[in-house]
């Protein structure tokens, strides 16, 4: 939805926003490609070719966001317009309606094992699929610029969840230690598990503040300005989370590793996100040059 808040044409915002924010159809977002390393955008080949008054689009995409939702409508699809162009202004984004002739979805992709149903991450082809050219965001060639202008956003969305899912594994790791006895001593009793309470309670809390800083930073600076504490949180939060849960599957026992609870799934789920819109290294690299900037000391590429 932001991305085509901020990006869209009026007739785009009244064609496909407006339904979105009703909740009558939700969307997908189509830019990771199995057959090269998406992390660096550049090497996405997906072909958005003009032909007259439309594009025609050609490529295989996966980890394709939402196109499970059988209330998709509508998919934003990143590929090359022109390859001879600088780096960064090769890739654009457009909308194809998701009824459109040539795409097919190969199929849905398990999460860690663990069904990605309603939500849905899937394969998709794209063959001969034809647009009409209106449908471009904001023009050929800027697609990099659309792409950082949603992922700062999306990010910070992520981590705000993130939070929320630590706070929830460290409510049931506090209850079950209270429940559970062994030797005739309560588990959150002893020193292990109150240790792993405290320290769980601090990297919750520092990561929240975290994130209030980078979103502080985006409301005051715009998200461009702001990237460095963007990417910080985005490199944290996931890993406080997994930390968090797996203190918490240890208090649990053998049970955190079933269907019983659902530790095991928030866990895969935070796993997961250490790779969604961009994997932690991506994310340390470009923290450090920030840093190097900020410092003075720029090394070479």
């Not at 800027?142 to 969840?161: D, K, S, V, Y």
């Not at 630590?166 to 429940?179: K, P, V």
């Amino acid at each position: 939805m932001e991305t085509i808040e901020r990006y869209g044409t009026p007739e785009q915002k009244e064609q496909w926003l407006m339904p979105l924010l009703d909740g009558k159809i939700r969307s997908a977002f189509a830019m990771t490609e199995p057959k090269v390393a998406s992390s660096d955008a550049t090497n996405i080949e997906t072909s958005i070719v003009r032909d007259g008054d439309e594009y025609v689009i050609n490529g295989h995409k996966w980890w394709t966001s939402g196109i499970g939702d059988p209330h998709c409508k509508i998919l934003i699809v990143m590929g090359k317009t022109d390859p001879d162009a600088p780096t960064y202004n090769q890739q654009s984004m457009i909308l194809v309606p998701r009824d459109t002739p040539g795409i097919s979805v190969t199929r849905m992709l398990n999460v860690m094992g663990f069904d990605d149903a309603p939500h849905g991450h899937g394969e998709v082809i794209f063959d001969n699929v034809r647009v009409p050219a209106s449908n471009m965001l904001l023009g050929e060639g800027r697609g990099f610029e659309i792409a950082q202008g949603r992922l700062g956003p999306g990010r910070i969305h992520h981590c705000m969840r993130i939070i929320g899912v630590a706070e929830r594994a460290l409510e049931m790791m506090c209850h079950r230690g209270a429940e559970r006895v062994t030797w005739g001593k309560a588990v959150g009793a002893r020193g292990v598990t109150q240790e792993r309470i405290a320290q769980s309670r601090i990297e919750i809390d520092m990561c929240r503040l975290l994130t209030l800083k980078a979103a502080d930073r985006m409301d005051k600076v715009g998200n461009k300005d702001a990237r460095q504490e963007i990417a910080m949180i985005k490199v944290a939060a996931p890993n406080m989370a997994l930390e968090v849960i797996d203190r918490a599957m240890q208090v649990h026992g053998g049970g955190a590793m079933s269907q019983e609870f659902p530790l095991s799934y928030m866990w895969s789920r935070m796993r997961a996100l250490r790779f969604a819109d961009g994997p932690d290294e991506v994310h340390r690299r470009q923290i450090a040059r920030l840093e190097q900037q900020r410092q003075g000391a720029v090394t070479s590429r």
